[in-house]
């Protein structure tokens, strides 16, 4: 299996960032590759074919076992035509008070439709089935699906915060200094949970990025960079436990969010909110 997280662009005009993890050991992913600068849909969907069809190639996956999950960070679902919808309002219910609250959509901010549904439309063509509810499905098992995920109450979740890390916001040193504790918490936690990210040549040379002589663009396709890698995370933390560490808060008919449960009781892994 491999888990392809996507920060996607509400607007083609901008950068999407893709990580990519591959389930190496039954308890255990690798990153194997990224891509900070993606743009229209032809090239993600193209991104994303060409590291499944990677998989089967080196694998020999004739099987039925080899497949990709998508974990996508942004709305997939949107049915409002102003406001917020429910799973929006209920996320920010949960994590406002940590400023991981969830961006209110609505139609009336997609005006050339929402980009979520149109890719999932144009990889539902290629096989992939828009799927977040998993335990519905053969556990732990070859799959091509794809669902939406929001990468900042995962990081309250899985990381133990108080207080959503700040390095989407306020000045530049600011968000340098938000990313060198977000490359901090990648290491302590996702290398440690389970399943566990593996240490590789290629995560320390995402992780180990000098944020000092990060400016403009550049800061904000590597913060981009970052989200796709939790985002990847997500998808397989979602795959590999279900319903038992995870969760989907809201529904198909209105939108939802894939996030970690926060109530499963283990210490050091998560929280009850």
Not at 9 to 14: F, I, P, Q
Request: positive net charge; hydrophobic residues 35%.
């Amino acid at each position: 299996m491999r888990f392809i997280g996507l920060d996607l662009a509400w607007s083609d005009r901008n950068n999407t960032a893709a990580s990519v993890l591959e389930l190496s050991r039954k308890d255990s992913a690798v990153l194997v590759h990224y891509q900070e600068r993606l743009q229209g849909d032809a090239e993600i969907i193209e991104y994303i074919l060409s590291m499944s069809q990677a998989l089967l190639s080196s694998k020999g996956a004739t099987d039925g076992q080899g497949g990709a999950c998508v974990a996508i960070d942004a709305p997939l679902i949107v049915r409002n035509k102003e406001g917020a919808r429910p799973v929006d309002r209920e996320i920010t219910r949960r994590f406002g008070r940590y400023g991981a609250g969830a961006h209110p959509c609505n139609l009336e901010k997609f005006p050339q439709g929402v980009r979520g549904e149109r890719l999932m439309k144009g990889l539902s063509r290629h096989g992939f089935l828009h799927q977040p509810f998993i335990d519905r499905l053969p556990r732990r098992k070859g799959m091509k699906t794809v669902f939406e995920v929001y990468p900042h109450p995962a990081q309250v979740i899985l990381f133990g915060l108080s207080k959503r890390i700040l390095y989407k916001k306020g000045g530049v040193e600011t968000r340098r200094r938000g990313l060198v504790v977000l490359q901090d918490n990648i290491r302590a936690h996702l290398l440690r949970l389970e399943p566990r990210l593996r240490p590789s040549p290629l995560l320390s040379r995402l992780l180990n990025r000098n944020t000092d002589l990060l400016k403009g663009r550049e800061l904000k396709c590597y913060e981009d960079a970052l989200d796709s890698l939790i985002c990847a995370y997500i998808g397989l933390y979602h795959w590999y436990w279900g319903e038992e560490r995870s969760e989907v808060v809201g529904d198909m008919e209105s939108g939802y969010i894939v996030i970690p449960r926060s109530d499963f009781g283990r210490t050091g892994q998560g929280k009850t909110i």
